[in-house]
């Protein structure tokens, strides 16, 4: 609380952030050790958690008061116009020391108090276990078990303690691999697909600058490509673009040798056809690795494979561009499209995609392994692992299933969500929206297969809002390790058990639950498949959206079709008792009391209530009917209400000297 | 017959391949007047796949040995290729199909010789005259009378017989106020706003001229519309064109209102696309659509720089501007830009299938398009005489009907229960637009319409459309009567590409078709429920 110097600020106009005319609202300001509060004339509340500020920033003052500009991680921008300059600077150092905490103590999830009871919040916890995951999965079975090289964490800070390796790797390879691989990260299992008996595994980079080869390296390639019974080739997957790549491999000529010998002992015994990316390799390792290294009978059995996914610091420009242009005033559709298509986001989507579904293919079609690795393992890699698990497993799919996955490919496997989301005042260049890649590449698999689906776009974008909220601790830390030191399962909440209390909201009315279990997506990522995401970027911009739901209606109608069907079976069960009583006066008064009373207001008022699409505060974004008033073209109205110019005009004039 | 000199050869071999989806058909090609045929073997799949001659759009033939590739370009936007084997008969089949799907004579084109079963002649053809809406009208208010001041056509050609006009203003001063504006489209009403008494009319440009010559009747005409709507009322003029374009157009007769001569009257210019440009803007889109290799940034390039989304952001735009003078200003409001049969319908038409509750009906959308469109002289045969894939010079094709429904169906996606019939409807005015089997498109004008008998000799589309077995793929399941205004949002976040419409032969549709039956089937479940319970 030593932060706020001012409580309560009043006579704030918030203003229209797409209105051209200055449109605003008056209200009450606050500020609470946990949030903002704007409470306009209408009593309508504009709550911000100070977690999810990203920036602030003070304009020049204007004739009106002090402008103050808030950014969100969510995608929420406000304007507020505070009137008395001194206000506004006291407002704007609270929020700058509020929302860049220092220690994780002083985050949200550590005095969120949901008022449960210990048990309660370890049951909680416990919802999500990953060792019933590997088991559903299939393993351990015959080629592959759980290592306990780390668990005390001595190998890997930023694994998890429980690894599943081949069942040949024996410690020391396990061991000397991790030496090798960028941060200990060496190759373990991600996803093993019972029905083909293949393997997603994942790893960080090779280290540079080690001139020697690494046997035990090799040896762990080798178990994986063993691992699978039915075809020993085996991917190794760089998602890493090719032309960032090559430059690097310039200088660093280690690294090709090493993967050229890799490949060429391992596999010497046996030969494959030439392939593209035969060729590709061989260009590739005689760039990095000079003459004399490429033997064109050898190294056939493992496939490098380039998936260009850009760098964090790629992908934080990408959305900050987008960002950019999608909050101009006035936006027209040409700079709405040509901003769109220079940020480059679509195209950052796609590739995600696209290096998803290679995986998924290697696996459904050619029955070969696959490991992925960018450089350290935890970005691309983990976006590329969790979709490719999603195309090819529907229990991913499920609402339960797709928290696994998060838990699994992302938390466990130290995907760094307190740098990557900026909860703690650290280095802005570690900030980037890659889980929010991973979100945007499901929904845009929800508008592709919109049965497939157990959850629906709420879900994906509630968890969004989660990552950075810190109310919860599920995201804090950027591994395991720091997690247990922190002791966030003491001290904080789960996320999951509040989704899942809140399940109605999120169920897809008309997801398809009898598909099989392998049931793989194929999604076409020709280009035009790629839409802007307008519910995320756009959330709290509700004079964007659709006016009306059509998930909330259909969602209704299944419940009470349900509600009614359960009705006519009791009635019907009421009929059968009465038959054998044979009493048919109470029937008929038993009928006429019973009947589930069918409201004539219900599909109105269904429809014309204000109804709240997404389980945000403030989100009454569906109004039937609405005001043009909320829209652009009503700022024409203004023309509407200008005088009248006086009725001799100049065309009068002109006219009588052209004639 | 005369078709038979223009039919070479009657059949050959062929394969038909329609896209990546649908498995290809083998059989025996045979072109007829009206009609390619492909009769697969007996045994296989009795099923006889028929293609109008009509909606070819664009025919490209390639020979290669003794067989031959014809790859059809229709009007719906299908792309469908032949394989036929012998060369000869390649290119005979190739000529008969580019001979009749060519023909320009409206009396011999096939609605006049389509026979459905179950169809009587003549039904629903006086579904919607413009009587009937006067009858709405009237029960609203009686500032309003039918006129049949244009009986035989002869005031303006491109009207209707009947039309709605202030009633103080007699058959004279209309005959007069006709004789100011091009082509005789003086001002009639469009439609009547009964929460607030405005009204909505149209009318082609005044001809002012060089000289800005001035008719007081026509004037006289626009008064009495302010004052039939309320003492006071004032009005605006929306010009579809920009100031200079309208200044321009009195180098050749035409012009604008001057506003010294149109007391309460004020002009407001939102320039539309037309003609032309919007054609090319349509081929582009299209052009970009068939792309399927192209990278993320080549297509959202095309996307920006074929404009199309553009012209649906104006387009709903005027006509939100429209809308909301008439409810939030209580103003009158008059649409036109030159000769007041393109850009003006589709703003009036907006306008009013956003004020008004009955028009987002089944039928009342019907009747709207046959009102504002068909009887109000919108030139279908000029402007949907090629669709996209034509090779032709452009002469007088625009698809301005075509962003007219892309404009209802953005606001059918932004107000999803309001309108009560769905996509389906849509596509198929589309296609019925460019190639049918009805009469309702025919010919440019109702004048036209009733020199070639299409009354009495075709069937309407509305008949065809209206059959219990059409139902589930026209309607909107989930439609709720709205009775408020429906004002969409026109920022370019909120609209989209109509991926049916353009994508639609080009992308999978399965898993959204099953969605969409599944919803049907909720709603059916629901209403069964309901009805047992």
């Given amino acids: ?659 | 017959m005369e078709f038979s000199e223009l039919i070479r050869t009657g059949r050959a071999q062929a394969e038909l391949l329609r896209g990546p989806e649908a498995p290809p058909l083998r059989g025996t090609l045979c072109v007829t007047s009206h009609h390619l045929l492909l009769s697969p073997g007996t045994e296989a799949s009795p099923d006889l796949w028929l293609l109008l001659l009509r909606s070819v759009d664009s025919i490209e033939k390639r020979v290669a040995g003794d067989s031959g590739t014809i790859t059809l370009r229709c009007k719906d936007l299908r792309v469908l290729q032949l394989d036929i084997e012998g060369v000869e008969a390649t290119l005979d089949i190739a000529r008969s199909i580019e001979a009749l799907s060519s023909l320009e004579s409206v009396i011999t084109s096939f609605p006049f010789f389509y026979r459905p079963k179950g169809l009587r002649l003549g039904d629903a053809w006086h579904f919607h005259p413009p009587e009937r809406y006067y009858q709405r009208v009237a029960r609203e208010t009686n500032a309003w009378r039918l006129s049949e001041v244009n009986e035989d056509f002869s005031l303006c050609p491109s009207y209707p017989r009947a039309l709605i006009v202030p009633h103080s203003v007699d058959d004279q001063a209309l005959a007069r106020s006709a004789g100011f504006r091009q082509g005789g489209r003086f001002p009639v009403l469009s439609y009547h706003h009964a929460r607030n008494g405005t009204a909505l009319l149209r009318s082609s440009q005044p001809l002012t001229g060089p000289q800005k010559r001035r008719c007081a009747e026509d004037e006289e005409l626009l008064r009495a519309v302010l004052v039939g709507a309320r003492p006071g009322a004032r009005g605006f003029i929306i010009d579809t064109r920009s100031a200079q374009a309208a200044k321009q157009a009195r180098m050749t007769g035409g012009g604008t209102e001057a506003k010294a001569a149109y007391p309460g009257w004020k002009r407001l210019h939102r320039p539309l696309e037309r003609g032309r440009p919007l054609q090319e803007s349509f081929v582009r889109l299209v052009e970009a659509c068939g792309d399927l290799e192209q990278s993320m940034d080549r297509w959202l390039s095309r996307l920006e720089g074929c404009r199309w989304l553009a012209h649906v952001k104006e387009a709903l735009s005027t006509a939100c501007l429209a809308a909301q003078g008439m409810e939030r200003e209580g103003a009158c409001i008059l649409v036109h830009g030159a000769e007041g049969t393109d850009s003006t319908l589709l703003v009036t038409s907006l306008a009013q299938l956003i004020l008004d509750p009955l028009s987002r009906t089944m039928d009342g959308f019907q009747e709207l398009v046959e009102r504002e469109w068909i009887q109000a002289g919108h030139p279908f045969q000029l402007r949907c005489a090629h669709s996209a894939f034509s090779h032709a010079r452009p002469k007088h094709e625009a698809p301005t009907f075509l962003l007219f429904l892309d404009c209802v169906w953005q606001l059918g996606r932004q107000f999803p229960l309001s309108l009560e019939f769905g996509e389906g409807l849509l596509l198929a005015l589309f296609e019925h637009a460019y190639a049918s089997p009805f009469g309702s498109f025919l010919c440019n004008s109702e004048k036209e319409r009733g020199l070639c008998e299409v009354r009495t000799r075709t069937h309407s589309l509305w008949s065809g459309l209206n059959q219990p077995k059409e139902q589930r793929k026209l309607r909107n399941p989930l439609y709720a009567l709205n009775p408020l205004a429906i004002w969409p949002s026109v920022e370019p976040q909120s609209l989209r590409l109509w991926q049916g419409l353009f994508l639609r032969w080009t992308r999978p549709p399965e898993p959204s078709e099953t969605a969409w039956e599944k919803v049907w089937q909720i709603v059916t479940d629901s209403e069964k429920t309901e009805g047992s319970a």
């Fill in chain 1, 1 to 659: 609380m030593e932060h706020i110097r001012t409580t309560k600020v009043e006579q704030v106009k918030l203003l229209d952030r797409f209105s051209t005319n200055n449109k605003s609202l008056t209200g009450t300001l606050y500020l609470t050790a946990t949030h903002l509060l704007f409470i306009d004339s209408h009593q309508k509340e504009t709550w911000i958690l100070h977690h999810h500020i990203a920036s602030v920033e003070k304009l020049a003052l204007t004739t009106s008061g002090c402008p103050l500009v808030i950014q969100c991680k969510n995608f929420r921008i406000v304007h507020f116009i505070v009137p008395r300059e001194r206000d506004c600077h006291d407002i704007y150092n609270s929020l700058l020391q509020l929302s860049k905490q220092a220690k994780y103590e002083d985050l949200y999830a550590f005095s969120y108090n949901p008022k449960q009871n210990d048990s309660e919040r370890l049951q909680g916890w416990q919802l999500i276990d990953l060792a019933e995951e590997y088991k559903r999965m299939g393993v351990p079975n015959s080629n592959w078990q759980l290592s306990d090289a780390n668990r005390e964490y001595k190998i890997c800070e930023t694994y998890p303690r429980e690894l599943y390796v081949p069942r040949i790797a024996s410690k020391p390879i396990i061991v000397g691999s991790s030496k090798f691989r960028s941060k200990g990260r060496f190759p373990v299992l991600s996803y093993y697909h019972q029905d083909k008996e293949a393997a997603i595994c994942r790893c960080s980079q090779p280290l540079s600058g080690f001139s020697a080869r690494c046997l035990e390296d090799e040896h762990l390639l080798q178990a994986i490509s063993k691992a699978n019974p039915v075809n020993r080739y085996m991917y190794v997957m760089d998602t890493r673009p090719k032309h960032r790549m090559q430059s690097w491999w310039d200088t660093q000529k280690d690294i090709g040798r090493i993967i050229v010998r890799i490949s060429s002992k391992i596999w010497s015994d046996e030969r494959i056809t030439e392939s593209d990316e035969k060729k590709r390799l061989n260009a590739m390792a005689n760039r990095a690795a000079g003459k004399g290294y490429e033997n064109e009978d050898n190294y056939s059995n493992i496939r490098f494979q380039f998936v260009g996914i850009e760098n964090i610091h790629v992908m934080r420009s990408s959305l900050q561009k987008l960002l950019e242009v999608n909050g101009t005033k006035g936006l027209s559709v040409n700079d709405f499209y040509s901003g769109l298509e220079s940020s480059g986001w679509l195209r950052h989507i796609k590739a995600v995609m696209d290096a998803a579904i290679f995986l998924a293919k290697a696996i459904m079609v050619e029955n070969a392994s696959v490991l992925v690795h960018c450089s350290d393992g935890w970005d691309r890699t983990s976006q590329v692992c969790s979709l490719g698990s999603l195309l090819l497993d529907s229990y991913y799919r499920t609402v339960k299933g797709f928290m696994v996955l998060i838990e699994k490919d992302w938390i466990a496997f130290g995907h760094k969500f307190s740098e990557r989301c900026g909860h703690l005042d650290g280095d802005p260049k570690e900030v980037s929206p890659v889980f929010t890649q991973f979100l945007e590449c499901v929904w845009h698999l929800t508008e592709q297969f919109p049965q497939a689906f157990e959850f629906n776009e709420a879900f994906l974008l509630q968890i969004h809002e989660h990552i950075h909220s810190c109310q919860f601790g599920n995201f804090l830390g950027n591994c395991q390790k720091e997690r247990e030191e922190l002791k966030l399962k003491e001290k904080t909440y789960s996320l999951w058990p509040f989704l899942l209390d809140d399940l109605k909201k999120y169920l897809n009315p008309i997801y398809n639950s009898q598909s099989q279990r392998f049931t793989v997506l194929e999604p076409s990522t020709v280009s035009f498949n790629f839409k802007f995401w307008r519910n995320m970027y756009h959330q709290f911009d509700r004079t964007l959206h659709p006016r009306q739901s059509v998930f909330n209606i259909i969602m209704n109608m299944n419940e009470q079709n349900k509600q009614l069907e359960k009705d006519i079976k009791e009635l019907e069960s009421k009929i059968k008792q009465c038959k054998n009583k044979q009493t048919d006066d109470i029937l008929t008064k038993e009928l006429l009391h019973s009947i589930h009373p069918e409201s004539p207001t219900l599909k109105s008022s269904l429809c014309f209530k204000e109804q709240t699409l997404l389980p945000v505060n403030d989100a009454l974004r569906t109004i039937e009917g609405s005001n043009p008033t909320d829209n652009r073209y009503s700022d024409y109205a203004e023309e509407f209400s200008k005088a009248e110019p006086a009725v001799v005009s100049l065309e009068y004039g002109v006219a009588r000297m052209t004639c």
